[in-house]
């Protein structure tokens, strides 16, 4: 992409109303736009890092046997009256009503519908276990939308929905999202601890939150520190590995970790000092083993394998993909703006002419610009016609990995500068060098 | 894609309900469920399906140069009071109070919402030009929804938005889709036909619809046969050629289309009876230029080269990626059922085991199934406990566009039979011929 092309508007200065780093700095990228209180427009350079962490979690979700669907934001009100949610749900629930006067609902949560699905087309335990999941936009009219996307009322969310026979074949659903969860954190760098949390409105009696730690965190949680070493699961991990699975969640539930809501003083203090972690968090993920607290009321049954009928096992998963990319920058950015892990990067590289319009440096830009897009790269070419000083600043503001700088004065000699946006080193090579290390 | 743990709820009675073929089919593979009137989810096999369509949509619209962001679904009354179409626009709108009472409506286009966001940041005729493009629901409270998601409530819109300095500019950026327009319909296996149409509530003096010929069309159209025979704009098509672009327009235009709307009953009658085409036609994209009709009355303005301020030209380009699928269907399929066009087919080949549980054709359905989906082929594997006469038909029903059949009698000498969906031709050959026939 050339920048001169390219739609970002880098905002010169900090908006006055972001109170936490991620919301400055999505803001000052141009990476959003609020449109209404908590409603937000997610702008050229945003989309292009929620896409990135969609589609690991979706690669996640996929691995561990999750099916991909898509239901509509808008809901009948009836269904929500089958569960008895229609009325328990406060004034978060967006009620609308059509032209026909029917009450409709924007779908705060999906499981009264994927309920509905599941009970009109699987009658037999043959077609058991499944997890239904989809990536779609939700609507909770919070009375204090803040923080940018991190809370903000329309939102993207992954919902999971698994059913089972019994409830052990529901426990190992659980534990394949509890794994996946794991591995989909980590390759968006972050480190997320699973604590085990209240349920809430979903309901139900076994639940964990995922949390990120952040000076920003809207809770305060609680662990042991050794969480920062344990093993993540690796990509040939077997999600059909009953025993395997339980281990993971053994190990990764095996130390203290709790949120203020369910925190116990005494066990904490049983920690020695010296491994006690007490900080604020971000909660970047949630699942729920619920049994039959929808299935019952819905009439979600199947035939088992002794011909009578069985009220399915259910839990849910969610992942909210609109909160994730500020919660990413703000386990991730330094003075100068945002630093971006790889994997969910805007772009993998920036190459940044010193002096656009000086034959030297555009030729050597749009050489690397182009073998490096050949070689599948995401390339962001800055060639507006602006001073050096002002392209070093927005490369490092939008946080992209890898800049590489043609200046007139080192491309006389064929070189180029090669910079690591993390750790600020610099180093010179040739053009040819620098696409053949970032080509691979 | 292991069949047995999919889910692709087929029904074997053919829906009452669905009055057109594309709405029967796409429940009866199990495709799509209503939720509510005009409300639909998109199942496994119908989200596949749309995601490959709105991939090739979005291929060609970053191909002409146009930038994807995504704006919400619900918008502020405000805006829409600014352009005066809260008021103008009738009962389709549907219209929301949040809990703080405030106005609000879901998005059944964008003009408005794009336009403030270009205001907001665009302040030099140096940016232009831009094209600003989502793929985003939508809804409209239609009093009648019909024919499944052909003419659904909820439904998917790929947006995009052009600005311009000048009204020539804005010419040039309405051929950029024209262009990009016949490509991807092209690449979606069909033969859309650009009509001169009437501009409805978008406004403006210069609009085409995109229509297809298919007996269940909602509109009569009316054009020259030679449509037929048109070359499609090539991937090497240069979109910054002025005149080139032109071209292609002019071409596409010279040549008499209509829809009845714009009808001119004496002009058709002057081709030659053998070469006029009257038929039904399903609108599947829709373009306008509208000038300055919201850029004036919302102040988007930049300034020009002369110093001075300019209210920008527009245009919006509509495609309905829920309509096409539909549409799709409606223009490729037998009594059997669908015949996907590669390009967006669900999956590129299906694997059917004639004798599930025969180690031999077990064995021979899993390195066929390993090596296409290692050579990045979406295979389907029919694994599933059931005779083989309802898996050749599942197979043509989903209208996979290959089907490799393995049955005991012919892997006994290592061969089988790959089957092709639309001619019906197959032919008999080893394991290996096949896996190279089709990896490629």
Redesign the interface.
Known sequence: MRLS???M?ILKENPKEAEIVSHRLMLRT?MI?Q???G??????L??RV?DKVNRIIREEQNRS?A??????????AELWQESGRYDAYG??M?R?K??QD?P?L?GPTNEE?VT??FR???KSYK?LP?N?YHIQ?K?R?E?RPRFGTMRS??FMMKDAYSFDLTQEGAVHSYNKMFAAYLRTFNRLGLRAIPMRADTGPIGGNLSHEFIILADTGESEVFCHKDFVNFDIPGEDTNFDDVAGLKGIFDKWTSIYAATSEMHDEAAFNAIPEVERLSARGIEVGHIFYFGTKYSEPMGAKVQGPDGKEHTVHMGSYGIGPTRLVPAIIEASHDDNGIIWPASVAPFDVVVINMKSGDQACDEACETVYAALSKAGKDVLLDDRDDRAGTKFATADLIGVPVQIIVGPRSIASGEVEVKDRKTGARETMTVEAAIKRLAG
Do not use: A, N
């Open positions: 092309r390219y739609f508007p141009g736009r449109q209404s209180q409603i937000y427009s997610w702008l050229p945003g989309k929620l046997g099916i991909e669907l898509s239901m509509p934001t808008l809901q009948s004034k978060e967006l609308i059509d032209r029917r409709m924007y519908m509905d699905i009109s087309y699987v077609d499944l239904l936009l609507f009219d009375i009322r329309e």
